[in-house]
Nanobody, 123 residues
């Protein structure tokens, strides 16, 4: 069974920082693209940042320069360091992982989502 679990959310004042972690576990053959999404109340889920296995990153315009995504391939983990947080960063942050699971050659590739972690930024 494959699990994707986020941690590190919480409440912080504007201008503060938080670091989120996401761990993928189970019978994982390989992990490709992994990323962070967020959903604010009443809004659609949106991409925050994503990172390839080789370390190529992509950020939403709203967070570029404030957030940094990184990953540890050996542990199938990604991180999101969030600095200079703003009230509009408030939402549930989800981790998505493009995983190939199983034992070669009986493998299958799918997207897996975590349950989400709440980030609240007060003004």
């Amino acid at each position: 069974q494959v699990q994707v679990v986020e941690s590190g959310g919480g409440s912080v004042q504007a201008g503060g920082s938080l670091r989120l972690s996401c761990a993928a576990s189970g019978n994982i053959y390989s992990a490709a693209l992994m990323g962070w999404y967020r959903q604010a109340p009443g809004k659609d889920r949106e991409l925050v940042a994503q990172i390839t296995r080789k370390g190529t990153t992509d950020y939403a315009d709203a967070v570029r320069g404030r957030f940094t995504i990184s990953r540890d391939n050996a542990k199938n983990m990604i991180y999101l360091l969030m600095n200079s947080l703003k009230p509009e960063d408030t939402g549930v942050y989800y981790c998505k992982a493009d995983l190939t699971v199983g034992t070669f050659p009986w493998t299958a590739e799918n997207d897996y989502w975590g349950q989400g972690t709440q980030v609240t930024v007060s003004s």
